[in-house]
């Protein structure tokens, strides 16, 4: 009987991460402070510690992943690379498609795999407390599950909106015991002075990590931590893309193009920069393995946004990065994917799609979700929303080499599972989900405010 | 690095299931039908298709598992072995932990261990349609997943009051094709019945079983499916224990005392009944592996029922069974383990039970919740309610084998995981959970009306 899993050893969990920035044709721009000059360590380090930041700032091909943080991967890495044999039966294809399942971890999805080393990094530098955001509440689980791991306290400002109407998110921080506030709260001067002036104030990403980041500030003994965007954050998720090139390597197959969700960036980077190393030594197949950033078309960040410098929250208060971006204040319609509603993009993903080393493209929210319940009839797991981008590029270039006869390999990040987002698919099958039609006028309007750099 | 997750191949699937009649000192009792003589097989032909039935009749030891059967179970199987390595050093405790962990699945539990083999099996038989009720939905779920392997149409009749306050084990239900109605409903004449006495009628596990079978009873192209009890049922699970069997021997461990939960005893039966062989043989310790199902001590079932011919279901509209029982008309208190709200029990696990080859254990609700929060905040793993009387046995012995310095292997069975069941956990954090009284004033009332056989 074929294997449809191909798994790995625990003792083959990767000893390093990888660093993109050293495969790089140009170094990565620094991110700018309010004088328009680079942000320093010692302003960095008002909520990050040291160790992170210097991950941060590193243009270090490998940097080590320490034993404690391989010892908590292993509660459920290495995740499995997954042949989807009945897929490529429904859809007649004679391309071969594989995915790698990072649902298999507890929090669900691929978050933990850069929360657990923040929390490690955060607990060697003597910090007790860890403040962050949360929207929906997969990054507030993930860092919940990696604080909980370390004996660290776990406090995350949830938007107020999510905290209502998605209970079971919340109840799953609480199960590893973190603290969890609606946001806006009264924790904070940011919080109180907003709720001061609305007191119906249902919250937003933007005012939870304002929050979130005002506590870490205040107090020696707390960091903050943030889970996507960030060049830390990037490095981190690179064991997906690592397992996966062994995973390949033991069949003996190789992919021919790789698709991931992209909002921050997070999940592409992961599964895709271990491949950039590989195709700036000319590729495996005697050709490079095509890098696409899957993104909703109606927050077409890569394809439709502008590559400048602008701030990473919708209120202006973090450092300026340069990315690829939508403008700040730029409001994503209310898609389902939650975790693809972001108005800027990773600057590493940003510089390298804007040298041509990646591609992009935007895919529409209701052929998203087609592709997912066409996936879950045939594979069994149903994806989270964010996860059917990738899923919804991968089955056309399935069908593209079907209608051409090319025996492709056809890979893609299927970055969680649905179990929380079963809301989404019940107003999908009652016709209750759209499209929204290309918000060029939002996007205009938005990146007028972009901020002018000398 | 130590390995904590102990992998077989996929092509180390067992072949065969194991039949626990072939090893037991006496056969099985026969069900018995209205006149109180052996249910014929034609009768049993109505509603099961000529292969189950042959199953649920066998005492071959051996039953080979069919080839589309083990190409559906690769899709998550083998499951892993784990050892609770954190668990282990927060208990302080001499003992090693292991556990089987069920809800890789797709749809989360062991339920598709057997969803699949009866739906490959009533494809076989030229039957298009499976009809079957559920409670909370784990085993409407996983039929409806293992009727989309086969191209079979589901109809899951989902207890009227679940279907309203449990809407995403519904649309899960929905995802994988299925057609879902809340009972009672106006689709079958006891369902019409029910609704013209009251309207308002909120729906039971026992209605809804009466919808099912009396839907697949008046159609020649219907099947009736059920996730419990029955002998094939048993059967299908015991890859669970098998597997198990395979994965100690590869680390050269091996279980003095397994626990599972029990409720209609599907889960207990998959992960024990291989090991019953072994004891038959003299055990491999040199002593034999304790056998413990647990029980909810608001619903016991083994501990305090009596071994006696009862129907199946609250109405009386199934054969006799002779089993452990509170009575057909016992009615559980609400307890959030719904899986385990039944008043009988496997008539294989009650015999062995009976004949002293097993051992039975009831705990409390409250106390069940606190093993699982333990748990969670060790291993990651958010479990079932029902997953949780297991884990709670399990520290309890671990902490004995701390008091009395023993290194005894302690194995059980984590039948799924409890991403539906995050409501439970909340009321159990906010301190509304309850451990209920020994409803002995209600056992002794029901098991008054226990049908006389002559």
Not at 414 to 417: A, E, F, K, Q, V
């Given at each position: 009987m074929e294997s449809l899993r191909i798994t790995l050893e625990q003792s083959e969990i990767p000893t390093h991460w990888y660093n993109v920035v050293a495969d790089m044709p140009n170094p990565p721009l620094p991110p700018l402070g309010p004088d328009h000059q680079p942000v320093s360590p010692e302003q960095m380090g008002m909520i990050f510690p040291p160790a992170i930041l210097a991950q941060e700032m590193s243009a270090e091909r490998w940097i080590p992943i320490p034993d404690p943080v391989r010892e908590i991967y292993r509660l459920w890495r290495p995740s499995p690379l997954i042949r989807a044999r009945r897929l490529e039966e429904v859809l007649g294809t004679p391309a071969r498609i594989y995915y790698k399942y990072e649902g298999v971890s507890p929090a669900g999805s691929h978050k933990p795999n850069t929360a657990v080393p923040q929390a490690y990094y955060n607990q060697q530098a003597g910090i007790k407390r860890i403040t962050t955001e949360t929207g929906a509440g997969q990054w507030g689980c993930s860092m919940a599950f990696a604080g909980q791991m370390f004996g660290l306290e776990v406090r995350v400002y949830m938007v107020k909106i999510s905290y209502q109407q998605k209970p079971f998110r919340r109840s799953m921080m609480q199960t590893w015991g973190a603290e969890v506030f609606a946001s806006p709260s009264k924790m904070t001067q940011s919080g109180r002075d907003l709720l001061a002036r609305d007191p119906e104030n249902q919250g937003s990403l933007g005012i939870a990590i304002s929050e979130a980041v005002e506590e870490a500030a205040s107090r020696a003994d707390t960091s903050y931590a943030l889970g996507s965007v960030l060049n830390h954050v990037a490095l981190h998720q690179t064991i997906i893309g690592q397992e996966a090139r062994k995973q390949f390597e033991k069949v003996g197959d190789w992919p021919d193009v790789i698709f991931a969700p992209c909002g921050g960036g997070s999940s592409f980077a992961g599964v895709a920069f271990p491949f950039v190393a590989d195709n700036a030594a000319g590729g495996r197949n005697g050709r490079p393995t095509r890098l696409v950033a899957v993104e909703p078309s109606s927050c077409p960040t890569l394809t439709k946004g502008t590559y400048a410098y602008d701030f990473g929250d919708a209120s202006g208060f973090t450092p300026l990065m340069k990315m690829y971006t939508l403008g700040h204040d730029f409001m994503p319609p209310g898609i389902h994917a939650g975790g693809l509603r972001y108005h800027g993009d990773s600057p590493l993903v940003s510089q390298l799609y804007h040298e041509g080393l990646i591609e992009a493209v935007a895919v529409a929210q209701l052929a998203t979700f087609e592709a997912g319940v066409m996936f879950a009839r045939a594979e069994g797991v149903i994806p989270a929303p964010e996860s059917n981008h990738a899923i919804r590029a991968a089955i056309d270039e399935a069908v593209l080499c079907r209608q051409n006869g090319e025996a492709r390999t056809i890979f893609f990040n299927?970055?969680?599972?649905g179990h929380f987002d079963m809301a989404a698919y019940d107003r999908y099958f009652a016709g209750d989900l759209e499209d929204f039609e290309y918000p060029a006028e939002a996007i205009r309007a938005s990146l007028e405010h972009l901020p002018k750099i000398r």
């Open positions: 299927l970055t969680g599972h």
